[in-house]
């Protein structure tokens, strides 16, 4: 199973590419290093509410709880948070929600469910836990 975050909001989400620092030329891709590649690329979900969603892999983001992060769970996080402060600041936004579940579960179950203030959130908080909920809200 692939772990993911889900992401939804009361403005629309930017979709594509986070974090590609790739050469490209026509259909040709190329990466100097694996720190290099895209850390998210996220899609639009459809759904019959008035709110956004969208997803993306989450494999390159650190657990919780890990001690050492690897450059490119570093770069994946830090990626993350700028793209939830740019959504506020860019859309005037006033929530935030991200889901962090294996593929296949996202409709599951919510084990662990948290909400912070955008002036309180810290990179820390972005790190992936199975079956958790975070709410950011302005």
């Known amino acids: 199973m ?19 620092r790739g050469i490209h030329i026509g259909n040709l891709s190329w990466y100097p290093t694996e720190n290099a590649a895209e850390s998210f690329y996220f899609e639009e979900l459809e759904n019959e509410k008035n709110i956004y969603e969208t997803d993306s892999y989450a494999y390159k983001l650190p657990e919780r ?3 050492k992060v690897s450059g490119m769970e570093r770069k994946a996080v830090s990626l993350l948070y700028d793209y939830i402060k740019a959504h506020f600041a860019e859309n005037d936004a006033y929530f935030l929600t991200i889901k962090f579940v294996l593929n296949g579960y996202e409709n599951g179950f919510v084990k662990e469910k948290r909400s912070i203030k955008l002036e309180e959130l810290q990179k820390v908080d972005l790190y992936y836990s199975e079956a958790a909920l975070l709410e950011v809200v302005k």
């Open 2 to 20: 692939t772990e993911y975050i889900y992401l939804a909001s009361d403005k629309p989400l930017a979709l594509g590419s986070v974090g590609d």
């Open 65 to 67: 709880g890990t001690k």
